[in-house]
């Protein structure tokens, strides 16, 4: 155990005041009364135990934060057993304390800084309306912001052309999207980008938390499918919440009809862009090209929150092995989509 030591009778008050939620059943442990019980339980070691589970965890303490930095409960065993025996005087020493659960505002600042343990008390008590409304919030509010701010017709045409360029459509095909395009009245446009802006996310974080489950049940792992969800709302809103700021400071100092607004009003944050400003045009094959643009910066960082997210709110599941899973399935969709678009460019 790390212990901080020296400044009196008030430093040694607040470090014995330090607590932290037990890994396992989330209860709160108080340094003093953890270590005392662990004490009364014959265990001379520096650690603490928790009176609702009887978990013994290696502790590490600094003014201002105490870390449960190892479970080691199987040292323990013995010990662990005799306090079991003694439950009621266990209970009498150190009542359990639940901790009230995280404002939304508080969660979603943790997601940034201290992911892990905000998704552990995510899982502990799942709470989805709120953060549900501001996913579906930050979707539609940037598609009403980008489909006002951005000349569409021209978005349209910019897009279109680089489509028939990567191969993706044919130019016939450009020509139909483009006379469908030219009969929908602008304020139909402008509603359906903000209903699937709004609503897609959403829908895609459903599809996630079922990848999530499916591959938990796979390997072992216990959760349950609401903790998922949610842990995928929270990573996405994350992410949406940067892109957003970012994408719309962009759009605000970039002059009306400049490249970038007409081109693309999203951040050029994929290795594919990086390529296309340092190398000559056609450098790379084509497949290359495709397969580069589809690793993305926030993609990864996604992917990052969501396997630390699922581990968190699981038993049995390591944060390496999600992100595998994850980063798996992510890697077969991207390598399908640059070969599909590869081909469909070579039988121009």
């Not at 799942?126 to 409304?133: A, D, F, M, T, Y």
Request: aromatic share 8%; hydrophobic share 50%; net charge negative.
């Amino acid at each position: 155990m790390g212990l901080f030591v020296g400044g009196g009778d008030a430093l040694a008050d607040m470090l014995m005041n330090q607590q932290a939620n037990c890994e396992k059943c989330g209860a709160v442990i108080k340094f003093e009364s953890g270590a005392g019980l662990a004490k009364e339980c014959g265990i001379t070691d520096n650690v603490v135990m928790c009176a609702k589970c009887k978990s013994v965890f290696n502790v590490e303490l600094v003014p201002g934060k105490m870390t449960l930095t190892q479970n080691v409960s199987d040292r323990y065993k013995a010990y662990i057993k005799n306090v079991e025996d003694h439950a009621p005087n266990v209970e009498a020493h150190a009542p359990v304390e639940v901790p009230a659960p995280k404002s939304f505002s508080a969660r979603l600042g943790g997601v940034y800084f201290a992911p892990r343990e905000a998704f552990h008390e995510i899982g502990l008590a799942p709470r989805i309306l709120l953060p549900i409304i501001a996913l579906i919030l930050i979707g539609s509010l940037s598609a009403w912001y980008i489909t006002t701010k951005v000349d569409v017709s021209a978005l349209m045409a910019a897009q279109t052309e680089k489509a028939i360029a990567d191969g993706r459509i044919t130019e016939e095909q450009a020509a139909q999207q483009a006379a469908a395009m030219g009969q929908a009245p602008k304020s139909l446009m402008l509603i359906f980008a903000v209903v699937t802006g709004g609503i897609g996310t959403l829908i895609l974080c459903l599809l996630i938390a079922a990848y999530g489950k499916i591959f938990s049940m796979i390997t072992g792992a216990e959760n349950n499918y609401i903790s998922l969800w949610e842990v995928s709302i929270y990573a996405m809103l994350a992410t949406s919440i940067v892109s957003t700021i970012l994408t719309v400071a962009i759009l605000q100092i970039k002059a009306p009809g400049s490249e970038l607004v007409y081109e693309t009003p999203h951040i050029a944050s994929n290795l594919g862009a990086i390529i296309e400003v340092v190398a000559e045009e056609d450098a790379l094959p084509k497949f290359i090209m495709n397969l580069a643009q589809t690793v993305d910066i926030f993609v990864i960082w996604t992917i990052a929150l969501l396997s630390i997210g699922f581990s968190a709110v699981s038993k049995k599941l390591k944060t390496s092995t999600a992100a595998i899973w994850l980063g798996g399935i992510y890697a077969i969709f991207a390598v399908l989509q640059a070969a599909l678009q590869s081909i469909s460019f070579l039988a121009r």
